[in-house]
């Protein structure tokens, strides 16, 4: 079975500019997760979907925004990108998450941006 | 606010010597704890985990780990430390209330493997 792919691998901005990052998770999998890793602040949550609709968030301001669409796929956006945003951006799945139970993520080899 | 604290941000071993890296979680009720490793430039790959029972349990490539509920803590060990171990090692619980669902982290240890 496929892991978590995430595209592209490596992304170069300058302030300003908005970026999509695109997250496929593994088949069967319908919850999809966004982390933020910076070597300031390490590994963040930024926020959760499940059937196309997002179920937690991190704390992370309104220029970070996501969705998902019917086959599980997820994006990741963030417009008027900082210097701030340089990070590697990484994308989880997980069968889907019945109340009271959890099911492991499993992760992409990320995205890596750099805003210059 | 559940917290993952690992204390150690960089640990170095010889090869062949044992390792212990060491993670304390601030949590109210029975965490679900894990640990992952990190090789340059890739995602995170899961070690173990615990969710209930046996307080000591095995995962990947050698390594164990085991939730002591008095000390808060969940060490994760290896008798026999190879250079391809070296790397980074995350522990993480998953968070509850308004964090239901999403993974705390610990800032990590950097595993260096000498000759």
């Known amino acids: 079975k496929a892991g978590v792919t995430q595209t592209p691998r490596y992304l170069i901005k300058t302030r300003g500019q908005q970026v999509t990052l695109s997250c496929s998770p593994i088949?069967?999998?319908?919850?999809v997760s966004w982390y933020q890793q910076t070597p300031g602040q390490g590994l963040q949550f930024l926020f959760e979907?499940?059937?196309?609709?997002?179920?937690n968030k991190g704390n992370f301001p309104g220029r970070f925004s996501g969705r998902q669409f019917s086959n599980s796929r997820s994006e990741m956006n963030v417009s008027t990108l900082e210097l701030g945003d340089s990070a590697l951006y990484l994308c989880?799945?997980?069968?889907?998450?019945?109340?009271?139970?959890?099911?492991?993520?499993?992760f992409g080899p990320g995205t890596r941006l750099t805003v210059l | 606010a559940q917290s993952v604290t690992q204390p150690d941000i960089h640990i170095t071993v010889s090869e062949g010597a044992s390792l212990e890296l060491r993670c304390n979680y601030s949590?109210?009720?029975?965490?679900?704890l894990f640990w992952y490793v990190q090789s340059p430039g890739q995602g995170l790959q899961l070690l173990l985990k615990?969710?209930?029972?046996?307080?000591l349990v095995q995962g990947i490539k050698g390594f164990e780990a085991e939730f002591k509920r008095s000390q808060s803590s969940f060490n994760l060990r290896k008798p026999s430390v190879h250079w391809s171990d070296a790397a980074e090692y995350f522990c993480?619980?998953?968070?509850?209330?308004?964090?239901?669902?999403?993974?705390?982290f610990g800032k990590g240890t950097k595993l260096s493997v000498k000759p």
């Open positions: 949590y109210g009720a029975t965490p679900y």
């Open positions: 615990y969710f209930s029972g046996d307080t």
């Open positions: 993480a619980v998953v968070g509850y209330g308004g964090s239901q669902g999403n993974l705390i």
């Open positions: 088949s069967g999998h319908r919850s």
């Open positions: 989880a799945s997980s069968l889907a998450r019945l109340a009271g139970t959890y099911n492991e993520q499993f």
């Open positions: 979907y499940f059937s196309e609709t997002q179920r």
